[in-house]
């Protein structure tokens, strides 16, 4: 069983530019969330930490892909709205510019970068300005313009292509997710919500139709779906999945305000300062 599902194209790349001597010190990684960046980043430090080639299957490998290699580090986004904050980059920083615990070369992984504070953006721009020799620096990001530009331009963009309704049905069933979740995920196109339950599927789905059928701020606070954190996060991707397409097809002023409302919502859950 692989590791990744799908991503052919984008693994075949990886390990081209990684398994040479000549290697980007940067990387950043730009597709839709839950579809599997994040793993791919774990085979792409495989890549570059292995002896053999990038095997996927000694030691190293085992370890990078388990996390627990000592020569691989993971940031990510302090809980929900927390951002990823500037002591969490000089700490990376620190640990980066230290020598290697067992090789030669380093990987750090930054998920979810578009959640860093402006101030641990600009840490990390000085840091990738002059890069430690032998650390790879991987982004992980959902959305890119969120980035600043100037960081952007350092790295060495891959983008991933979603992942096919059945690509996404195979992980599904892979992991045992329930038939009614298994296929909210296939028709999003995201793996994101592969562990919610369905009764949230379903009370998120009801606030969202609600709230469409009559845009106004006061719904966009529901209390049945604000009280849970999970079912919250159903109920934005579906109301701004559905608000982009109607915007694209005529705006009026409710829409508009519903779309500004929804912003500063999406903002303060999901913690983005920028
Ligand atoms: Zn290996």
Known sequence: MSYVVGHKRVLELLKRLLTGSKFPHALLFVGREGIGKKRVAHVAASYFLCKKGGCLSCRDCKRVLEGLHPDFRLEAPKGKGGGILIEQIRELRDWAFMAPMEGERKVAVLDDAHLMRPEAANALLKTLEEPPEGTLFILVTSEQSKLLPTIVSRCQIVRFHPLSRQEVEEVCERIGVPEEVKRFCAEAGTLRFASVMPSQIETAKRAAETLLKNPSLKL???????????????????????????????????????????????????????
Do not use: C, P
């Not at 109301?239 to 694209?248: A, D, E, I, M, S």
């Not at 409710?254 to 779309?259: A, Q, V």
């Open 220 to 274: 966009l606070a529901m209390e049945e779906v604000w009280s849970q954190e999970t079912t919250f996060s159903i109920f934005l991707f579906l109301v701004r999945k559905k608000l982009n397409g109607l915007l694209r097809k005529g705006w009026n002023e409710r829409l508009w305000d519903l779309h500004r409302g929804l912003l500063e919502v999406e903002r303060l859950f999901y913690g983005s300062n920028l």
